[in-house]
Nanobody, 114 residues
């Protein structure tokens, strides 16, 4: 059974930092293009950051220079380091694994508020 389990979400003040983790089981993460998405109620889920098997990365413009995606294939874990958080970063963040099949985690809430 494949599982992606996110953790690390929470509530922070603007300017704060959080590190999200996504631990995979049942698949070998090294084969997958991995990504973080986020979703606000009433809006479509949007791609935030993506990392390929060769560790090439790309980000949406609004998080460039603040968010950093990385992977540790030995630990079968994906990360998202989020710095200088803004209220508009508030969302549920989802881990995504994409190869032959596509898998999603259950999501972790990130709230940025003063």
């Amino acid at each position: 059974q494949v599982q992606l389990v996110e953790s690390g979400g929470g509530s922070v003040q603007p300017g704060g930092s959080l590190r999200l983790s996504c631990v995979a089981s049942g698949i070998a993460l090294r084969r997958y293009v991995m990504a973080w998405y986020r979703q606000v109620p009433g809006q479509e889920r949007e791609l935030v950051a993506r990392i390929t098997e060769m560790e090439a990365t790309n980000y949406i413009d609004s998080v460039k220079g603040r968010f950093f995606i990385s992977r540790d294939n030995a630990k079968n874990t994906l990360y998202l380091q989020m710095n200088n958080l803004k209220p508009e970063d508030t969302a549920v963040y989802y881990c995504n694994a994409n190869w032959i099949y596509i898998y999603w985690g259950q999501g972790t809430q990130v709230t940025v508020s003063s």
